[in-house]
Nanobody, 125 residues
């Protein structure tokens, strides 16, 4: 079983930056593709970014492309989401997720096997 714990959320002004971390425990996630999702109040959970198990491939939602960067450190069993040029519409709870299947990157929440509890990101205007 894999446990995921997100950290790094908080309150930031528009145009600011935050770096989220997702620490995995229970077993190594070095062979898992990993992803970040977010959910704003009253909205469905949406895909933000994903990274392959090796870190060699990344994929982003159009809404965050060129502003967010996903990365991973398999030695630390940790995935990161660097967010810059934040906008009020980025306000949401951000979740880390892991895909234990050996396949290409998936972006649909139901395909992810493990989830963290989420970390709140609030961007003020």
């Amino acid at each position: 079983q894999v446990q995921l714990v997100e950290s790094g959320g908080g309150l930031v002004q528009a145009g600011g930056s935050l770096r989220l971390s997702c620490a995995a425990s229970g077993r190594t996630v070095s062979s898992y593709n990993m992803a970040w999702f977010r959910q704003a109040p009253g909205k469905e959970r949406e895909f933000v970014a994903a990274i392959s198990w090796s870190g060699g491939s990344t994929y982003y939602a159009d809404s965050v492309k060129d502003r967010f960067t996903i990365s991973r450190d398999n030695a630390k069993n940790t995935v990161y989401l660097q967010m810059k040029s934040l906008k009020p519409e980025d306000t949401a709870v951000y979740y880390c997720a892991a895909d234990r299947e050996t396949r290409g990157i998936v972006t649909t929440p139901r395909h992810l096997d493990y989830w963290g509890q989420g970390t709140q990101v609030t961007v003020s205007s």
